[in-house]
């Protein structure tokens, strides 16, 4: 889709060659410039699982449902994330944010199209070098307007950024702290080796409904996995092939909603006392 924008006929040609004669770079160039899912050298899962969840489903289809959310900000070059499970529809969608200013330049240093990921819709752009966090907000309160978004995991990086914003838009969706690597949060309880087994369950028994973004394909096919001696498997950003932040806020959603009770049972134990925000 960059052809002739962010990719020139010469580069790519000169990429292809080169494969042909070096079969180890064959599978970089089909990944870094065709969008075709190659999995990582220890991929966390394959591209038939998760392309047989895929399917593109109308936003309206779930207006009024109640979901759970999982936010991963960044800073100035990882995508800020904000994944919504609806565990009633087991349905997932993530949306994505990124700097506008460096838009170009990050496309040719991660290979992947953000500016035609942008031009269709797959992701937001922000003004500046980095995600202005007052538009994730706004897009929050929409997003909470036509949902019924009982909470929202969150990463504690950078969250006291977003707090003012989130007041600013007139949010009030309650914020749970999600652990990140082998920590489980103190307050809830989350923790991401139980969030990510939940997450691979839903995927491998083919229950889940996920909304196709290009975006989130990516990072899925970039994930990799690492394990503690008791074999906690956790998501190793160093060791992955690309972004992975849409794998990690979705995650992070489906952790969020295990306590999701389908006949109007009592969740507050799961969530002993929220930070509500906006209020």
Known sequence: ?????????RY????VTQARGMPSKESIVRRLNFCQWVDADNP??????????EEDFDLQELQGEECYGGLDLSGTRDLTSLALFFPKKRKLLVEFWTPKDTLLDRAKTDRVPYDAWERGGHI?????????????????????MLF??????????????LEPELENASVSVPLIP????????????????????????????GVIIIKTNPCLRWNAASAVTEADQKENRI????????RIDGVVASAMAIGAAEGYEPDDGDIEGFFDDPIIVGI
């Open 1 to 9: 889709p960059s052809l002739g924008h962010t990719f020139t006929d």
């Open 148 to 161: 019924d978004i009982k909470a929202i995991a969150f990463d504690q990086y950078r969250i006291k950024y």
């Open 178 to 205: 999600h652990g990140q690597g082998y920590y489980k949060a103190q307050d809830s309880g989350l923790w991401m080796p139980h969030s990510i087994e939940l997450f691979e369950q839903m995927l491998d028994d």
């Open 124 to 144: 937001h752009t922000t003004p500046g070098k980095a995600v202005k966090y007052g538009f994730v907000a706004e897009r929050i309160a929409d997003l909470s």
């Open 235 to 242: 998501f190793a950003k160093k060791k992955s092939t690309g």
């Open 12 to 15: 790519l040609r000169e990429q």
């Open 44 to 53: 966390w899962m394959s591209s038939d699982v998760w392309m047989g969840c």
